[in-house]
C-alpha cells in the first residue's frame, strides 16, 4: 500500500456492505487503514462484517426514517469522524417492463438509490465534512446512459444518482469531494441471474475477457477515496472490463461469441 492510498485515522461508512461489491469495498477501505462502520439489512451479517473488520454496523434499511442519522451517529460516537462515505446499498425491483411496474416497488427504487445517498451525504455533510472535509461515493452502474430490457426502474433511478452525484461535487467542493464508480456486469448475488448461465459467452465479448470481480470495484473507490484523487471530484469511473467499447472487438478464433452477440448487448444488468 502506497502513502498516497493509505487512509490511516480516518473513519468510513459503507452501506450495503456484508456481501459483493460493498463488502469488497470495506474491506479494501480497512486494508488500508480506515475504521469501517458498516451497514446492511440483516443484523447477523451486520455482525459478522462488522467483527471481520474490526469495525462497527448497524443494521437497517437505507430506506427506514432515522437511518442514515442513526449510521452516521454510530461512527461519530465510535470513531469521533466521518471522512469517508460509500453509498452502495442499492435495489433492482421492480424487474420488468416499466408499463408493469408497481408504483409502490417504483418509489421504494428511487426511496433506496437515489434519496438516501442523498439523506446519508446531508448527515455526513452536516455532523463533519461541512468543517473538517471528506469525500463522497456512489456505486452507480454502467447501464445508467443508456436502456436494456427489464431494467428500466434501475437504470432509471442510477440515471439520477449519476446526475446527484455532479450536483453535489458542485455544491459541496472544495471542502466534499463527490464521485461515482459505475460497475458493468461483475459477480455478485445481485447480477447471478445474468453472468451465471452465460458467463463465457459475455466474458469472450469483452475486451479485457472476463466478468468482474467485486474487488476490481473496490479498488476504483478506493483510489477516489485516497489523496492520489484529491483533484477529482464530479467524476463517474467506469469499471466495466471495455463494456462500453466492446463493440470494436475483433472476434478472436475460436472464440463462443462476439462482442454483437454478447448477452449484456441486449440487456445492462446491475452489478
Not at 469517508?84 to 408499463?99: C, E
Request: glycine share 12%.
Amino acid at each position: 500500500m502506497t502513502s498516497s492510498y493509505g487512509l490511516r485515522g480516518r473513519a468510513a461508512v459503507v452501506t450495503g456492505a456484508t456481501r459483493g461489491i460493498g463488502r469488497a469495498v470495506a474491506q479494501a477501505l480497512a486494508d488500508a487503514g480506515a475504521r469501517v462502520c458498516v451497514s446492511a439489512r440483516d443484523a447477523d451479517e451486520v455482525g459478522r462484517a462488522a467483527a471481520e473488520l474490526g469495525g462497527v454496523g448497524l443494521a437497517g434499511s437505507v430506506a427506514d426514517p432515522g437511518h442514515p442519522e442513526a449510521l452516521a451517529g454510530l461512527c461519530l460516537r465510535e470513531f469521533g469522524r466521518l471522512d469517508i462515505l460509500v453509498n452502495n446499498a442499492a435495489t433492482n425491483q421492480p424487474y420488468g417492463p416499466l408499463m408493469d411496474a408497481d408504483p409502490a416497488v417504483w418509489r421504494e427504487a428511487f426511496t433506496v438509490n437515489v434519496e438516501a445517498p442523498l439523506r446519508l451525504t446531508q448527515c455526513a455533510w452536516h455532523t463533519w465534512m461541512r468543517k473538517h472535509g471528506g469525500t463522497v461515493i456512489n456505486i452507480c452502474t454502467e447501464g445508467a446512459t443508456h436502456v436494456g430490457p427489464g431494467v428500466g426502474a434501475y437504470g432509471t433511478s442510477k440515471a439520477a444518482l449519476l446526475h446527484l452525484t455532479r450536483q453535489l461535487a458542485g455544491e459541496l467542493g472544495p471542502a466534499v469531494r463527490v464521485n461515482s464508480v459505475s460497475p458493468g456486469l461483475v459477480r455478485t448475488e445481485m447480477a447471478r441471474f445474468v453472468w451465471e448461465p452465460g458467463e463465457d459467452e459475455i466474458a469472450s465479448g469483452l475486451p479485457l475477457g472476463r466478468i468482474g470481480e467485486p474487488e476490481d470495484v473496490a479498488r476504483a473507490v478506493l483510489w477516489l477515496a485516497s489523496d492520489a484523487a484529491q483533484w477529482i471530484t464530479g467524476a463517474d469511473l467506469l469499471v466495466d472490463g471495455g463494456t462500453q467499447v466492446r463493440a470494436a472487438r475483433v472476434a478472436r478464433p475460436g472464440a463462443r461469441g462476439t462482442a454483437r452477440e454478447s448477452p449484456t448487448a441486449r440487456a445492462r444488468p446491475p452489478a
